[in-house]
């Protein structure tokens, strides 16, 4: 029944000066579920996306990607596996609009010259398959956008390039209730569709909703690898406050 | 081309842009000043609206557009180039040795590498070292000046026929230097809406960090930009020298760097960069070029005349100021 993992994490580390911030981490995806990477404040989880995502190399550690030992030392790195990251402050280009963001890096041409015809219907074909039917037009600016269109975009820009592995850094921390529902609809899609999805968050309800596993980091030891059928989330909440620790190894194995 | 499915169609961003009612009307409101502002010296002096006098008008304006495409990309992303007055001497003068040797392509080929070389040092201290690139660009403007003064201390002139033939001449009635202008133009039309470069620079210019985070390689493209308005300045000053058939070291150039960025600026292109249109930015040196030319024709000082300039500077960013300020409140 198990796939095998799409990206696997081994024992990577990361300090900033005399802090350890991940010491010696353990961590997989598989595709076509969701991850959940769940910590108090401080944990570590962005520094190991970070990490994931070129922006702050590893210090030390393997990262393998479909079996393969790669390097991310640039975010054009992850981009080329098909890693992409949609960080907590949404990286979006205020002034461009939503097809030049979902395409920015990654535009179709025609030849030499830019495809807008092409790149606008595929935009539209994606945001449709995601069953987004809230934007006006795909040539709005996103700065016209609501915080949850915005993570909508952010999202769909993932998919687009069918990308292999979506990250999600707190996607839901700045959505009112309907827009929190939306997106979490929107990553159990990308988890169907075959992607590897991971999504950090602080709310549990909404980590309870959509994920498969769920990792908790605890001041920058990954602490416990948990089924969500066989945990509830007190039990998490014990992980993360440290409260109760994995007796089991430093990487807690599915039972 | 097909057409898509909404109203905007495959225009290309910046005709999208223009969408957007105060982008439309301050694109509007470029034209009609540039109007305005030829019926009033049409009114004033009989000499203005001669053949002979609009001609020269586009004439002395060909180098400036040259100059302004590249600083109008540069601008978009954010950057700026303030060397550019220097260094279209160090060209013109680098090309203008190897002329009086009677060696055009090499004097050619010297004048475009001594742009090079500037855009080169200018962008990797900009992009790659990190340094601001206002002092960068100061920094390089006054050693431009130096190193074109030391070149040219005899004076450098009487250049050989082909090359003041094209200086002087035309080609189907359109003046040679207002070919090189028009390619410039077009080419920059081409980067700007119709490659992916284009789009780069511009989301650079929007969010550095956002462009960088979307995998694109934002220390090239900045590089490449400082390059490029390096490579303009160097095609400016071979202009300049070829129509002047001399190479004034201490003076070739001096001021454009003021007189590009106020058109620029006119042009719809904000100092913080993230938009702009190449059409508007050549009106804005149009726009530019017929108020220097009305102002000689009137007999305005030459001190005078730097007096409106700079204020023409300022109007332009205060103009852009409130467009920004309006557009926010949107
Ligand atoms: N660039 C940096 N320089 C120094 N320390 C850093 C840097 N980035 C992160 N840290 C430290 O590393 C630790 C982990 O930070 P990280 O952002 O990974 O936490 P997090 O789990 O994402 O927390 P949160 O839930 O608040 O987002 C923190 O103590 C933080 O102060
Ligand atoms: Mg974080």
Known sequence: ?255 | MNEPATQTGALGFFNRQGADPIARMLGLFLPLATILLMVLFATQSDAFLTLANLRGITLQSAATIVLAVPTALLLMSAGIDLSIGSTVAVAGVMAGIFWQQDLIWAGLAAGLAAGLVIGLVNGSLVSLAGLNPIVVTLGTLAIGRGIAQVFADNPIFDFPEPVVAFGAGSTLEIPNLVWVAIVVVVLGMIVLNRLPYGKHLIAVGVNERAAYLAGLRVKMIKLSLYVATGLGAAIAGIMLAARFNSAPGGTLGVGTELFVLTAVLLGGVPFTGGQGAIWRVVIGVLLLGILRNGMVLLNFSSESAQIVLGSVLIIAAALELVRQRLYRKQ
């Not at chain 1, 979506?166 to 169907?192: H, S, W, Y």
């Not at chain 1, 549990?204 to 980091?217: G, H, K, P, R, W």
């Open chain 1, 1 to 255: 029944m198990t796939t095998s993992p799409i990206l696997e994490v081994r024992q990577v580390t990361k300090s900033f000066g005399a802090v350890d911030v991940l010491k010696g981490i353990d961590f997989e995806v598989i595709p076509g579920t969701v991850t959940a990477l769940v910590g108090d404040n401080g944990a570590g989880k962005s520094t190991l996306i970070k990490g994931l995502a070129g922006i702050q190399p590893f210090d030390s550690g393997e990262v393998t990607f479909e079996g393969v030992k790669v390097n991310l030392n640039e975010p054009r790195d992850a981009a080329d596996l098909g890693i992409e990251v949609v960080y907590q402050d949404l990286a979006l280009c205020d002034n461009l609009d939503i097809v030049q963001n979902m395409f920015l890096g990654r535009e179709v041409k025609r030849g030499i010259p830019l495809d807008e015809a092409d790149m606008e219907s595929r935009a539209g074909e994606t945001l449709k398959s995601l069953s987004v039917r809230t934007v006006k037009s795909l040539r709005q600016k996103v700065s016209s956008l609501s915080g949850g269109q915005r993570q909508t975009v952010a999202i769909a820009r993932a998919v687009l390039w069918n990308n292999k592995v979506v990250i999600l850094d707190e996607p839901t921390a700045a959505l009112g209730v309907a827009q929190t529902e939306q997106v979490l609809n929107l990553v159990r899609r990308l988890g169907e569709q075959g992607l590897g999805v991971v999504i950090i968050s602080h709310n549990l309800q909404d980590v309870f909703e959509v994920a498969d596993y769920i990792y908790v980091l605890y001041l920058g030891t990954m602490v416990v690898r948990l089924k969500r059928e066989d945990t509830n989330p007190s039990e998490v909440v014990e992980y993360i406050t440290g409260g109760k620790t994995n007796n089991a190894g430093s990487n807690g194995d599915l039972v």
